[in-house]
């Protein structure tokens, strides 16, 4: 149980597109979601947490109106990468938990996004 | 804020021989530990956890130990296979930043 998917794999796009991923939790509700970015070799870093019907909670340094956030069921969160720019290729990955107390993340396999 | 940080950012080992992976945390309020291994191009994967009023739990060729005095976290890795090279990252309970990670590269 407690897997997590994510649409597309990968995706090449253009610079100034825009480029939506789908985060989806195929056997529970997801009332959390989070959203990483990671670069080569580097870290996983925590772009924002998505709350199922309310506004996204953004970290710091991230831009709201770029990296938007829409968890509008309890199965599905899109982050929609607005006028990307080759800066913003990367590969992001969405979380959710199930236990509130442990915090186990399950994480989606993650999508490759390249902007020429 | 508080993070959790790892002490070595590669880690090459060969083949059969165990592994240990460490970890520093400075919340000492958390409640879990958890251990993710993360292979190339793949999202991160829960290999085994560890509550805070545990010193020592044990998986299937995996270890993880909890030294709350020091605050020290080690994931050990037993017969060390090829498959096992990846990046592993711990993880507070409370906390959903990660630290560096530790490249394991197992050589055959």
């Known amino acids: 149980g407690a897997v997590v998917s994510q649409h597309p794999s990968w995706v090449i796009c253009k610079s100034g597109t825009s480029v939506k991923i789908e985060c989806r939790s195929l056997?529970?509700?997801?009332?959390?979601m989070f959203w990483y970015r990671q670069f080569p070799k580097q870290s996983l870093m925590l772009m924002a947490t998505s709350n199922e019907g309310s506004k996204a909670t953004y970290e710091q340094g991230v831009e709201k109106d770029k990296f938007l956030i829409n968890h509008a069921s309890l199965t599905l969160s899109t982050l929609t990468v607005t006028s990307a720019h080759p800066e913003d290729s990367s590969f992001y990955i969405c979380s959710s938990i199930l236990d509130r107390v442990r915090h186990e993340q399950f994480f989606g396999p993650g999508t490759r996004l390249t902007v020429l | 804020g508080e993070s959790v940080g790892l002490h070595l950012p590669t880690l090459s080992v060969q083949e059969g021989d165990n592994s240990i992976i460490n970890c520093a945390y400075s919340?000492?309020?958390?409640?879990?530990f958890i251990w993710y291994k993360q292979e190339s191009g793949k999202g991160p994967q829960f290999i085994i956890d560890?509550?805070?009023?545990?010193d020592k739990r044990q998986g299937q060729r995996v270890t993880v130990l909890l030294n709350k005095t020091v605050k020290h976290l080690s994931l050990q890795i037993a017969a060390t296979q090829p498959g096992d090279s990846a990046v592993y990252f711990c993880?507070?309970?409370?906390?959903?930043?990660f630290g560096t990670g530790t490249s394991l590269t197992v050589i055959p």
């Open positions: 056997d529970f509700q997801a009332t959390t």
């Open positions: 993880a507070e309970s409370n906390q959903f930043y």
């Open positions: 919340n000492s309020a958390s409640d879990y």
């Open positions: 560890i509550r805070s009023n545990m």
